[in-house]
């Protein structure tokens, strides 16, 4: 896939993972395999997650996640500064 303009990672540097069973979201350099970022912790309120399963990153870099089981939403994170933070 071929990024388009405006993308927040043109390189495609980062690599994400949704740990559903930590609950957590994992930012990985792809060159190295390090773990450079990570956020969310267990719970119902945003920036939380229960049961984290899908994500999906927009051109602007905005990450958006999906729970299952009793979670049943989707949350919206945008980068700021040197992490990413809930939209509510």
């Known amino acids: ?4 303009p405006g993308w927040a990672d043109p390189a495609q540097t980062e690599l994400y993972n949704a740990d559903g069973e ?3 979201l994992w930012v990985f350099d792809r060159a ?7 956020f969310g912790r267990n719970g119902r309120s945003a920036g939380q997650f229960h049961w984290v399963h899908n994500l ?3 051109s602007r870099g905005n990450i958006y996640t999906a ?8 949350q919206k994170f945008t980068r700021r500064n040197q992490g990413y933070s809930s939209v509510r």
């Open 56 to 58: 999906a990153v927009d």
């Open 32 to 38: 190295t395999d390090r773990v450079i970022d990570s």
């Open 22 to 24: 930590n609950n957590k």
């Open 1 to 4: 896939m071929c990024p388009r």
């Open 67 to 74: 729970e299952v089981d009793t979670g049943k939403r989707a």
